[in-house]
């Protein structure tokens, strides 16, 4: 049993700007990704500038 695509609706111009844009957003945001390089001694865990918890001595600081 095969099954037809159904049918979709026609996208307004603005929609139709809107669906290019985002696909050159991440087109370019996939060419300028950057591999970074693995950490070497570095904290254990979630990185705490990104949580905004550090852990020192077993003892949190928050900002």
Known sequence: METSPTPRKKLSAAAE????????????????????????DGRDGP???????????GLAVDF
């Open 17 to 40: 700007r809107a669906l290019a844009e985002a696909a050159e957003r991440r087109r370019v945001a996939e060419a300028a990704r950057v591999e970074k390089p693995k950490e070497i």
């Open 47 to 57: 990185d705490p500038v990104r949580y905004g918890d550090w852990e020192n001595k």
